[in-house]
């Protein structure tokens, strides 16, 4: 089975930046689709970004042009870059990987990372 542990949450004022790490059990490059979710209090949990190996992305629109979704195949990890963070940032953050090439959550899942956006 695989694991995902994240890394890189925490307190930020509004309009700052964080980044998110996340590493995983086996080689990054070997899972074709990497993701990133967030799940606000009492919410859903929604999709952040998505990469796919073959270099597909997809954003969710609310963070289109401030976060950034990379693969890190030197140290393993699949990142994500936030900028011009908002307080309806506020979440908790997951990993999340697998196999398959839908825009759907995979198999594999991180335990999450508080992000937390004051104003």
């Known amino acids: 089975q695989v694991q995902l542990v994240e890394s890189g949450g925490g307190l930020v004022q509004a309009g700052g930046s964080l980044r998110l790490s996340c590493t995983a059990s086996v080689k990054i490059d070997n899972i074709n689709k990497m993701a990133w979710y967030r799940q606000h209090p009492g919410k859903q949990r929604e999709l952040v970004a998505v990469?796919?190996?073959?270099?597909?992305?997809q954003y969710a629109e609310s963070v289109k042009g401030r976060f950034t979704i990379f693969r890190d195949n030197a140290k393993n990890t699949v990142d994500l870059q936030m900028n011009s963070l908002k307080v309806e940032d506020t979440a908790v953050y997951y990993c999340n990987g697998g196999e398959d090439f839908f825009i759907l959550p995979g198999n594999y899942w991180g335990q999450g990372t508080q992000v937390t956006v004051s104003s």
């Open positions: 990469i796919f190996r073959s270099g597909g992305l």
